[in-house]
């Protein structure tokens, strides 16, 4: 992204159903050229700009979706068509701690690489003291990585942790939570969890 559209992705509400509501036909066209640029390929945010436009009714709005699925076809991928199901169902989990002065992020990272059986992307569920950008390219780089995710990693899905840094003493339970919760709409999700764990915060 640019630092335009960077600005306008951080000011995104993504516990809102809509996040993308206000925003008009053209701006959200020049939202879509950013997300398919080679160097900062964002799914997640052409996802939401898909689903938006299915939402509107007129001619230009439906040009436009049209327009969005050819981008998709281009670059030999598709909408993540389980997004807005797993972005429901994660408020689910309510009463996030983080009154705390040690915190630590929870992230969940898209992946590719699995059959269209498995509707071709699933996400691995993580936690960090780091950043969840700083731990994403360590997985990357194949430090303490996660298996698949140097080979298949994407990016970071901020719409499905919108809740901040948790208390670090629960954050074991809330990368649980999150799992399962993810697990019941998302055919592939890796990561820890414990069972034990899940009505500790």
């Known amino acids: 992204m640019n630092q335009i559209g960077d600005d306008l992705i951080q000011d995104l509400d993504f516990t809102k159903d809509r996040p993308l509501i206000k925003f008009s036909n053209e701006m959200l066209y020049e939202l879509s050229i950013l997300c398919f640029t080679n160097s900062r390929l964002d799914l997640e945010i052409a996802t939401l700009i898909y689903e938006e436009l299915k939402l509107r009714k007129s001619s230009s709005s439906k040009k436009l979706l049209s327009d969005i699925v050819l981008k998709f076809s281009l670059i030999n991928h598709e909408p993540i068509i389980w997004l807005n199901n797993a972005r429901l169902i994660i408020k689910q989990i309510r009463k996030i701690d983080n009154k705390s002065k040690n915190l630590n992020s929870i992230y969940v990272i898209l992946r590719d690489g699995y059959s269209n059986q498995n509707l071709r992307y699933g996400v691995y569920v993580g936690e960090t003291s780091k950043s969840p950008e700083e731990r994403f390219s ?64």
Request: with cysteine; hydrophobic share 30%.
């Open 138 to 201: 360590q997985h990357k780089s194949g430090i303490k990585s996660a298996r698949g995710i140097p080979k298949y990693g994407i990016q970071i899905l901020q719409s499905l942790w919108p809740y901040g840094k948790v208390n670090s003493t629960k954050k074991l339970c809330y990368e649980t939570k999150l799992n399962l919760t993810l697990k019941k709409v998302i055919p592939k999700v890796s990561g820890n969890f414990d069972l034990k764990l899940w009505n500790k915060c």
